[in-house]
């Protein structure tokens, strides 16, 4: 409880008032005897007043001495300084002062770039709660992928703009044959752990990834000459190897640390708790040095933006608006190996229920998909229904989830809506990817996701069709299978990158005339930053992520 709080209801402010000190010991719920060690505690700390007086039936004067909101900021700004985030959000909330520009102004101060007394500057942003997974092999969401970019590096680094990697964590690399390749490691780099990089680092690292890399290629043999040096045979020539080690999957860990919290990024692991996530400047970093010292990510369950904010600020209130286009797209995938479905008919019919525009958000100005690639169209043969409702027995659609309510929920009882109104039934079910993932093909009739493609958007379609196990590809027959797979292998030993993305392209338009892949929707990101000092020099990355690494005051 919150004693000086509790008063405020009862008295009023700044005013004189009798009472006693059993009233008091009611409204704290508490012994007489504890009351009046709350109240010279109060007293002490210049709250209240409190005048006794000797003799009976003269009852003490109480004064509240702040105004209740004064009186707030005092909890508030106790709370804050001994870590209690949430409770000190959940103080303003239960005093309907969330959206008070005066708390406001209280939150404003303690978010975005903060110089510390001892000359330090701690960018520090409210977030949502989730389990981070710092691994980079293993993380899942958008949100894993871009912590484990901070504390992380790769062999090479993609320049999307000359669409080529470049040396990041290697001094210098050479092939003659696209199968065999000549590492040179950087020196003086160092892990979190103040472990030095060495050759080990980057076989051990590629080993674990080979779960990622299988996809595209296979080691024959990596040796380690010593330190600063390893040769790798590939099993047969692989011109994108460069490109295929600029994906944060294959960072490089320190020998054994699988948890991903060691590695040798700008900043490095320090805290996680219920309240935040900490992140210091790594001193030993190889590049050049991030301007702020540290990062903190307070958890809050408001979905108040302050700062940054995901949705619109007051009209009155001045800030900029950025807009963040996303490669990839949602997606509803109909299997055409087994059951109904299997029949062409039956699959088109479906395909042909689907609109596109159905699954829109209009309020974050999303747009139909007609490729993968935002705003490019491929065009595809028209689907007609061919089957009525009454033939069709009840189907099953498995819709994706990538962490605790982040899924495809919505998108599924859209089309499951579609289906009902056809005349057809069917149930939904969960499909939670951070599982062991099954042949979705011998479990259900539809598949309900959605897939970002990263910076490389070449290397991202080559993984989403040669994976090991895709909820895309396993709702494809083995003919157009092996296809996709023999087309795959062509673009991955193709010299040009507009040949690979034609033939990557045409891989697309195979499954969209197959009726096996229907696009649903591009999603883009919009951010609102407030034009307050704190936030002035914020800077992201093409993903509409923050980049902390070009932040400064």
């Avoid at 993305?501 to 005339?513: G, Q, T, V």
């Amino acid at each position: 409880m919150h004693y000086e709080l509790a008063l405020y209801s009862h008295f009023p402010e700044q005013q004189p008032t009798y009472t006693s000190i059993e009233e008091l010991a009611a409204i704290w719920s508490c012994s007489t005897r504890y009351a009046k060690t709350i109240i010279q505690r109060l007293a002490n700390e210049k709250a209240v007043s409190w005048e006794a007086f000797r003799g009976r039936g003269k009852k003490p004067i109480l004064t509240l001495k702040r105004t209740k909101l004064e009186a707030i900021h005092h909890v508030f700004d106790s709370l804050w300084q001994q870590e209690h985030f949430h409770e000190a959000y959940t103080l303003l909330m239960s005093q309907q002062l969330l959206h008070h520009p005066v708390a406001e102004k209280w939150l404003m101060d303690r978010y975005g770039v903060q110089q510390l007394p001892t000359n330090e500057h701690i960018f520090r942003q409210p977030f949502y709660k989730v389990d981070v997974n710092f691994d980079p092999l293993n993380g899942l969401s958008r949100h894993d992928r871009h912590f484990a970019k901070q504390l992380h590096e790769t062999l090479f680094s993609y320049n999307p703009a000359s669409k080529t990697a470049e040396a990041n964590l290697l001094f210098h690399y050479e092939t003659e044959d696209n199968r065999t390749w000549r590492f040179i490691v950087r020196k003086g780099v160092y892990f979190h752990n103040n472990q030095q990089l060495t050759a080990h680092d980057i076989k051990w690292s590629l080993e674990r990834a080979a779960s990622f890399t299988d996809s595209f290629f296979t080691y024959e043999q990596i040796d380690v000459l010593h330190d600063y040096e390893c040769i790798i045979t590939l099993t047969k020539a692989f011109p994108l190897l460069p490109r295929c080690l600029a994906s944060y999957r294959t960072a490089i860990l320190p020998r054994f640390q699988e948890q991903g919290k060691i590695g040798c990024g700008p900043f490095k692991f320090v805290t996680e708790t219920d309240e935040k996530l900490r992140l210091n400047v790594f001193p030993n970093y190889f590049k050049q040095r991030p301007w702020i010292d540290g990062i903190e990510i307070l958890y809050t369950d408001s979905d108040a933006g302050f700062g940054i904010s995901f949705t619109p600020f007051h009209e009155a209130t001045p800030s900029t608006e950025l807009v963040f286009n996303e490669d990839g797209a949602d997606f509803i995938s109909l299997n055409m190996r087994t059951g109904p479905l299997a029949d062409p008919l039956y699959r088109e019919t479906i395909y042909a229920l689907i609109d596109e525009h159905e699954y829109l958000i209009k309020e974050r100005r999303e747009i139909p998909a007609y490729s993968w690639e935002y705003g490019k169209i491929l065009k595809t043969k028209a689907a007609k229904v061919r089957i009525p409702a009454e033939q069709f027995p009840p189907l099953k659609i498995g819709f994706q989830q990538i962490r605790d309510g982040v899924n495809h929920e919505r998108e599924a009882r859209i089309f499951q809506k579609v289906l009902e109104n056809y005349g057809i039934e069917s149930t939904l079910e969960l499909v939670d990817l951070r599982l062991p993932l099954t042949d979705v093909s011998f479990c259900y009739d539809v598949f309900v996701g959605g897939y970002a493609l990263g910076p490389d958007v070449l290397l991202a379609l080559i993984a989403l069709y040669t994976g090991s196990s895709t909820t895309i590809l396993d709702m494809a027959t083995d003919e157009l299978q092996e296809m996709i797979t023999e087309l795959s292998e062509k673009v991955a030993h193709q010299d040009e990158t507009n040949e690979m993305m034609d033939s990557i392209c045409s891989i697309e338009a195979e499954l969209r005339n197959a009726y096996c892949l229907k696009l649903l929707n591009h999603r883009s990101h919009r951010q609102y930053i407030r034009r307050n000092l704190h936030y002035e020099n914020i800077q992201f990355d093409s993903h509409g992520r923050i980049d902390y690494k070009r932040i400064w005051m």
